[in-house]
């Protein structure tokens, strides 16, 4: 009776093992997921804001039509690729494509902010002041939902290749979990937009 | 730093601590029950001593329940979120429509780092009034509150701010509130034993009680502060992670380092809230940093980055440099009030020229000893006995710029000793330049007895101009300097101390935000006891009854004020005597309104005596513990007072400002809410 006993309590315990290990995968997977939605979140922060951009500078700068055209292009074609990427985070195409998109409107933003230079009242307006400083916090917080999203991705695929969770990640196929590849440099330049 | 391997490091060590905490409180009660049976045992003869008794059992039992009951007052005392937690400790909510661009960058790097931590964002709050760059988080669930300084926000660049605030992310993401909360309320409950052996009073079984619970506090806290300690490494590591950014970590505790502020805090809540904060003070001996609930700046400075004294000390090197020959904080200011006189003058000449001649000619005037140059001529002159008609006109028109008001600042705390009066002088000369020191000459010579005799209209007029136009931090070297000049002269005076106490108060009060926090705030925690005390208005009573009104309605604090009385007589006979007229009926007035605060008689003091200003700082601080509702009522009972002879003299005025602004209550208007004064009353203003 008593071996019996034991082998039923030893196989009870692995049996809750493997479900705690189980659904902390799922959670770890989960918080990482959203950390990706999140990211698409702010990037759509940062193309609603830029319209508003445009619509204070049309004020001022009456002979810069082309600049200001290229900006809302290239925000619209980036609003799209993001959207098209959230729906389908596992397409590298997709993100891919965001990628350049998101080069193609740092581009423009880069000219608008040159052009810019030559409008002092402009740059003096409270409106655009205010967008300005909107502006660099969404980059900021374009920058730390990336951030996070690692974080957590590091987090999960630690401890899915930890043993003995690496043996139950790879029995209900738990997949390693991709590492948001845009470049750091892109990420630091887009840090970087300024008006002052 | 890898703070990855920072993080669960300091994780490890804290779960050991946590289980030593329980495992002394279950160790402790054990013993008591244990020795308790001993006791019992060798009492009644038993052979087997050592076994446990029934008593041994409820008494221990009865611990457990004190601790119990302990703890589940402490939990009503911090229980709800963390928005009422931090309106509790004199936090106003920072809007999303604010105006201040530091208050919109507070909210945006709040927003960044919820985002970096992947929490939901916290509520944020401002403490208006402390200069000391710290923050902390309350709350829990869904109402979490980020409590920033004022100093904070306004000395921080921006970085350090983010680093800051992801460093109270990491508390929250790590369960840190919570586990505070719950060694908040067991420490409580440990007090509740003292609080027991107090009530018991003067026995053994209370001693016990006294011992126990005092070896349980100290354990506690002992246990706790270790855990705090610990636990701020790991936010400090939290916030590198998050802001990816040691640099501004170690920049943001260099800063905090060299700010060098008494306190970490200067409210009342200082001690309540030591453990949450972002830092406090560093403790000298080794003792007291066993008890402190954060480590030393220096030590977290450098687990974050070992090398940032050198990279401190170089970045200082090349600021120094760029800054060229200016040296010290003293300079700065003196060049600040050169650039004031110059602008401020010119703006003044080029807007009313006018008026600007005409000061210079009353200054003329008034130097010959000529009043009747002065345009009011020498009917005003009657008023101005009165205090509050000529001054303050002459105040626009002789003050009319931030620099004069500066000027009259200083004037104003000139000594009537001749050669005392030089020895400041020269100090001033000293500290700014020698022209400022001759215009403050020149106003003190013309106008420094006016000034005297209402300092509080000098006092409101500069500093409103003073607010206007100086930086903060400026301000607040001024004053740094004013209290430095203060020493010098021999022991300040009662009216000095109020002086200074009130420009420190006006000048800083420079946040947007003031007026709802007197609105807000404690009064409204208050506010039902308040409205109790209200409904049997003091002063709509006849005096025969106020005693036995303000005795009932205050009903059970009575024992409490017992313990104020003292500091309540100091304060009242100061009042008295700044009346001018020490006669039977003031002194009546004193013991009327004495009888209901305590029973024993408190001797009159007096402003003369040695060391009553000190005694007067430890008065308010003993008062500012009381609820918002005794202190009001003792303003009320000031002002009662002061209009009780039919006449209100500058000096009344001043120390009532000054006891309500010390107390944090609204003053009340003398004369006009005080029926029983009459029309002469009237007639006097």
Same mark, same amino acid.
């Given at each position: =009776?008593?071996?019996?006993?034991?082998?039923?309590?030893?196989?009870?315990?692995?049996?809750?093992?493997? *479900?705690? *290990?189980?659904?902390?995968? *799922?959670?770890?997977?989960?918080?990482?997921?959203?950390?990706?939605?999140?990211?698409?979140?702010?990037?759509?922060?940062?193309?609603?804001?830029?319209?508003?951009?445009?619509?204070?500078?049309?004020?001022? =700068?009456?002979?810069?039509?082309?600049?200001?055209?290229?900006?809302?292009?290239?925000?619209?074609?980036?609003?799209?690729?993001?959207?098209?990427?959230?729906?389908?985070?596992?397409?590298?195409?997709?993100?891919?494509?965001?990628?350049?998109?998101?080069?193609?409107?740092?581009?423009? =933003?880069?000219?608008?902010?040159?052009?810019?230079?030559?409008?002092?009242?402009?740059?003096?307006?409270?409106?655009?002041?205010?967008?300005?400083?909107?502006?660099?916090?969404?980059?900021?917080?374009?920058?730390?939902?990336?951030?996070?999203?690692?974080?957590?991705?590091?987090?999960?695929?630690?401890?899915?290749?930890?043993?003995?969770?690496?043996?139950?990640?790879?029995?209900?196929?738990?997949?390693?979990?991709?590492?948001?590849?845009?470049?750091?440099?892109?990420?630091?330049?887009?840090?970087?937009?300024?008006?002052? | 730093?890898?703070?990855?391997?920072?993080?669960?490091?300091?994780?490890?060590?804290?779960?050991?601590?946590?289980?030593?905490?329980?495992?002394?409180?279950?160790?402790?009660?054990?013993?008591?029950?244990?020795?308790?049976?001993?006791?019992?045992?060798?009492?009644?003869?038993?052979?087997?001593?050592?076994?446990?008794?029934?008593?041994?059992?409820? +008494?221990?039992?009865?611990?457990?329940?004190?601790?119990?009951?302990?703890?589940?007052?402490?939990?009503?005392?911090?229980?709800?979120?963390?928005?009422?937690?931090?309106?509790?400790?004199?936090?106003?909510?920072?809007?999303?429509?604010?105006?201040?661009?530091?208050?919109?960058?507070?909210?945006?790097?709040?927003?960044?780092?919820?985002?970096?931590?992947?929490?939901?964002?916290?509520?944020?709050?401002?403490?208006?009034?402390?200069?000391?760059?710290?923050?902390?988080? +309350?709350?829990?669930?869904?109402?979490?509150?980020?409590?920033?300084?004022?100093?904070?926000?306004?000395?921080?660049?921006?970085?350090?701010?983010?680093?800051?605030?992801?460093?109270?992310?990491?508390?929250?993401?790590?369960?840190?509130?919570?586990?505070?909360?719950?060694?908040?309320?067991?420490?409580?409950?440990?007090?509740?034993?003292?609080?027991?052996?107090?009530?018991?009073?003067?026995?053994?079984?209370?001693?016990?009680?006294?011992?126990?619970?005092?070896?349980?506090?100290?354990?506690?806290?002992?246990?706790?502060?270790?855990?705090?300690?610990? /636990?701020?490494?790991?936010?400090?590591?939290?916030?590198?992670?998050?802001?990816?950014?040691?640099?501004?970590?170690?920049?943001?505790?260099?800063?905090?380092?060299?700010?060098?502020?008494?306190?970490?805090?200067?409210?009342?809540?200082?001690?309540?809230?030591?453990?949450?904060?972002?830092?406090?003070?560093?403790?000298?001996?080794?003792?007291?940093?066993?008890?402190?609930?954060?480590?030393?700046?220096?030590?977290?400075?450098?687990?974050?980055?070992?090398?940032?004294?050198?990279?401190?000390?170089? /970045?200082?090197?090349?600021?120094?440099?760029?800054?060229?020959?200016?040296?010290?904080?003293?300079?700065?200011?003196?060049?600040?009030?050169?650039?004031?006189?110059?602008?401020?003058?010119?703006?003044?000449?080029?807007?009313?020229?006018?008026?600007?001649?005409?000061?210079?000619?009353?200054?003329?005037?008034?130097?010959?000893?000529?009043?009747?140059?002065?345009?009011?001529?020498?009917?005003?002159?009657?008023?101005?006995?009165?205090?509050?008609?000529?001054?303050?006109?002459?105040?626009?028109?002789?003050?009319?710029?931030?620099?004069?008001?500066?000027?009259?600042?200083?004037?104003?705390?000139?000594?009537?000793?001749?050669?005392? /009066?030089?020895?400041?002088?020269?100090?001033?000369?000293?500290?700014?330049?020698?022209?400022?020191?001759?215009?403050?000459?020149?106003?003190?010579?013309?106008?420094?007895?006016?000034?005297?005799?209402?300092?509080?209209?000098?006092?409101?007029?500069?500093?409103? %101009?003073?607010?206007?136009?100086?930086?903060?931090?400026?301000?607040?070297?001024?004053?740094?300097?004013?209290?430095?000049?203060?020493?010098?002269?021999?022991?300040?005076? +009662?009216?000095?101390?109020?002086?200074?106490?009130?420009?420190?108060?006006?000048?800083?009060?420079?946040?947007?935000?003031?007026?709802?926090?007197?609105?807000?705030?404690?009064?409204?925690?208050?506010?039902?006891?308040?409205?109790?005390?209200?409904?049997?208005?003091?002063?709509?009573?006849?005096?025969?009854?106020?005693?036995?009104?303000?005795?009932?309605?205050?009903?059970? %604090?009575?024992?409490?004020?017992?313990?104020?009385?003292?500091?309540?007589?100091?304060?009242?006979?100061?009042?008295?005597?700044?009346?001018?007229?020490?006669?039977?009926?003031?002194?009546?007035?004193?013991?009327?309104?004495?009888?209901?605060?305590?029973?024993?008689?408190?001797?009159?003091?007096?402003?003369?005596?040695?060391?009553?200003?000190?005694?007067?700082?430890?008065?308010?601080?003993?008062?500012?513990?009381?609820?918002?509702?005794?202190?009001?009522?003792?303003?009320?009972?000031?002002?009662?007072?002061?209009?009780?002879?039919?006449?209100?003299?500058?000096?009344?005025?001043?120390?009532?400002?000054?006891?309500?602004?010390?107390?944090?209550?609204?003053?009340?208007?003398?004369?006009?809410?005080?029926?029983?004064?009459?029309?002469?009353?009237?007639?006097?203003?």
């Amino acid at each position: =009776m008593s071996t019996g006993l034991i082998i039923l309590f030893v196989l009870l315990a692995v049996i809750a093992y493997v *479900v705690v *290990v189980y659904n902390k995968l *799922v959670s770890l997977r989960n918080r990482f997921k959203n950390s990706f939605s999140q990211i698409d979140v702010q990037l759509q922060r940062r193309y609603e804001l830029i319209p508003n951009l445009v619509e204070v500078a049309k004020g001022y =700068m009456k002979h810069e039509h082309e600049t200001l055209t290229k900006v809302t292009v290239a925000r619209n074609n980036a609003s799209e690729c993001a959207k098209a990427a959230a729906a389908q985070p596992e397409s590298a195409g997709l993100v891919n494509a965001l990628a350049g998109a998101e080069k193609g409107l740092m581009n423009a =933003m880069g000219r608008f902010n040159v052009v810019m230079e030559a409008y002092p009242d402009l740059k003096a307006d409270q409106n655009m002041q205010d967008l300005h400083a909107e502006l660099t916090s969404t980059d900021n917080r374009v920058a730390f939902s990336r951030q996070a999203y690692s974080d957590s991705v590091m987090r999960y695929n630690t401890y899915r290749e930890q043993f003995p969770a690496n043996l139950i990640a790879g029995s209900f196929n738990f997949s390693e979990g991709d590492l948001f590849e845009l470049q750091e440099e892109e990420a630091r330049e887009t840090m970087r937009v300024s008006f002052a | 730093m890898d703070f990855f391997g920072q993080q669960s490091k300091v994780q490890n060590s804290s779960f050991v601590l946590l289980l030593m905490f329980f495992l002394a409180v279950t160790g402790l009660t054990f013993l008591v029950a244990w020795s308790v049976s001993v006791i019992n045992n060798i009492v009644s003869l038993e052979r087997e001593f050592l076994t446990l008794t029934p008593i041994g059992l409820l +008494v221990a039992g009865f611990f457990w329940l004190a601790i119990g009951f302990g703890c589940f007052f402490r939990w009503l005392d911090v229980r709800g979120g963390g928005s009422r937690l931090a309106q509790r400790f004199g936090a106003v909510r920072v809007e999303l429509e604010t105006r201040s661009a530091q208050e919109k960058q507070l909210l945006a790097v709040n927003a960044e780092m919820a985002i970096a931590a992947s929490i939901p964002e916290p509520s944020v709050w401002v403490m208006p009034y402390e200069h000391p760059i710290n923050a902390f988080v +309350v709350g829990g669930g869904d109402d979490i509150a980020l409590v920033v300084t004022h100093g904070a926000i306004n000395d921080l660049q921006r970085e350090e701010l983010q680093a800051v605030v992801g460093h109270e992310m990491g508390h929250i993401v790590k369960g840190d509130l919570a586990i505070n909360m719950r060694l908040l309320m067991v420490l409580g409950g440990f007090m509740a034993l003292t609080e027991v052996g107090d009530t018991l009073g003067e026995n053994f079984v209370g001693s016990i009680f006294r011992v126990v619970g005092g070896i349980c506090v100290f354990t506690g806290t002992l246990i706790r502060s270790a855990f705090s300690r610990r /636990r701020e490494f790991l936010a400090d590591a939290m916030a590198v992670q998050f802001t990816r950014n040691p640099e501004a970590m170690a920049a943001a505790l260099g800063r905090i380092r060299d700010h060098q502020d008494p306190e970490h805090l200067e409210c009342r809540y200082r001690q309540e809230l030591a453990h949450l904060c972002f830092y406090t003070r560093d403790k000298r001996n080794w003792f007291a940093r066993k008890l402190a609930s954060h480590p030393r700046i220096d030590d977290r400075i450098k687990a974050i980055d070992p090398h940032f004294a050198v990279k401190d000390r170089n /970045r200082k090197r090349t600021d120094r440099s760029n800054q060229g020959g200016s040296e010290g904080s003293e300079q700065t200011i003196a060049a600040n009030t050169g650039v004031h006189t110059g602008r401020s003058t010119a703006d003044a000449v080029i807007s009313h020229p006018g008026v600007q001649m005409l000061a210079g000619t009353m200054m003329m005037g008034a130097m010959d000893g000529n009043p009747d140059v002065l345009p009011q001529g020498a009917g005003s002159e009657a008023v101005c006995e009165n205090g509050f008609g000529i001054v303050g006109d002459r105040m626009a028109l002789m003050v009319p710029d931030a620099a004069t008001s500066l000027a009259a600042i200083f004037a104003l705390f000139a000594s009537q000793d001749n050669r005392e /009066r030089m020895q400041y002088l020269n100090s001033i000369a000293f500290a700014y330049q020698q022209p400022f020191a001759d215009k403050v000459a020149m106003l003190d010579k013309t106008l420094g007895a006016d000034f005297r005799r209402d300092p509080l209209r000098v006092l409101q007029h500069a500093s409103s %101009k003073l607010r206007g136009d100086v930086q903060p931090q400026n301000r607040r070297h001024l004053l740094k300097n004013l209290e430095k000049l203060l020493e010098i002269e021999h022991e300040t005076t +009662v009216v000095n101390y109020a002086c200074l106490t009130l420009l420190r108060r006006w000048l800083d009060a420079e946040h947007p935000v003031l007026s709802k926090v007197v609105s807000s705030g404690d009064i409204a925690a208050n506010d039902a006891e308040h409205d109790k005390l209200k409904s049997g208005d003091i002063n709509s009573i006849p005096a025969s009854q106020i005693d036995t009104a303000s005795k009932k309605t205050q009903g059970k %604090k009575i024992p409490r004020l017992d313990t104020i009385g003292s500091e309540i007589g100091l304060l009242l006979s100061l009042l008295l005597e700044a009346s001018g007229n020490r006669d039977e009926r003031n002194l009546e007035d004193y013991r009327r309104v004495m009888l209901s605060y305590t029973s024993e008689f408190i001797p009159l003091r007096s402003q003369h005596e040695q060391g009553i200003v000190s005694q007067m700082k430890t008065a308010f601080e003993a008062l500012q513990a009381q609820p918002v509702s005794v202190r009001q009522a003792f303003i009320e009972h000031c002002s009662e007072v002061i209009v009780s002879d039919f006449e209100v003299t500058q000096r009344e005025h001043l120390l009532l400002t000054l006891f309500s602004v010390a107390l944090d209550v609204d003053q009340p208007v003398p004369g006009v809410d005080a029926s029983m004064s009459g029309e002469r009353q009237a007639a006097n203003f």
